[in-house]
């Protein structure tokens, strides 16, 4: 079946660092793959995705690249901020016609001033 | 235009009690989803509703009932709840945007603490 496993927070960094949350699948076919954000206390909002391989997804200085041969979809910032204090969920959806997202357990992130 | 949104906020409920947890969306979107998330688990699909009149199990479909009331809103009920329930549910929806992509937009969530 389907599965997305990410590396286990919490993360604690420095404002300024740079910051990789890793992210790898496994799926059949040609799925999508997104990353999520979720603030305290509120729902899940979209950061970035892309939809086949070798696409990158970036949104608010925030990057990560579809590589199928190692079935990753990492997510990087050169420069983090406090405001970028989240929790952050990788998932993907199997493909075209398919509704279901699977998602990784989310990896928690503390930025510090 | 307020996305999707989600009533109550937080509920306590006791063992055994029913409860209906609401959602709206005003995107017009065609499929509407409901999760619940729980600490170190992501989040979990419970049921969908590809369109209006259809919905599907999740994962985790088990002491849940779900209603496509029309294509703005999409309720899950709780018939008899239990303390394994208590977790942080939301209502998402999707739609195909000018892109073509099929993506899930999210609510604020209802907190329910079952005891």
């Known amino acids: 079946g389907n599965s997305v496993t990410q590396m286990e927070g919490p993360v604690t960094l420095s404002e300024e660092a740079f910051l990789t949350i890793n992210c790898t699948y496994t799926a059949t076919g040609y799925p999508s793959l997104f990353w999520y954000v979720q603030y305290p206390g509120e729902g899940l909002q979209l950061l970035l995705k892309a939809t086949k391989a070798d696409d990158k997804g970036s949104n608010k200085g925030f990057e990560a690249t579809y590589r199928k041969e190692t079935t990753s979809f990492h997510l990087e910032k050169g420069s983090v901020q406090v405001s970028d204090s989240a929790v952050y969920f990788c998932?993907?959806?199997?493909?075209?016609?398919?509704?279901?997202?699977?998602f990784g357990k989310g990896t928690k992130l503390s930025v510090i001033p | 235009n307020a996305g999707v949104t989600q009533t109550p906020k937080f509920q306590v409920l006791k063992t055994g009690q029913s409860m209906t947890l609401q959602c709206a969306q005003d995107m017009n979107h065609n499929s509407m989803y409901w999760y619940r998330q729980d600490p170190g688990m992501g989040l979990r699909l419970i049921y969908y509703s590809a369109s209006e009149g259809t919905t599907d199990k999740g994962e985790v479909p088990n002491g849940y009932n779900v209603s496509r009331l029309n294509k703005r809103e999409f309720s899950l009920r709780l018939e008899s709840a239990a303390p394994s329930q208590t977790s942080v549910y939301f209502c998402?929806?999707?739609?195909?945007?000018?892109?073509?992509?099929?993506?899930?937009?999210f609510g604020p969530g209802t907190r329910l603490l079952v005891l």
């Open positions: 998932a993907l959806r199997r493909g075209a016609g398919s509704y279901q997202l699977t």
């Open positions: 998402a929806s999707s739609g195909t945007g000018t892109s073509g992509q099929e993506t899930q937009y």
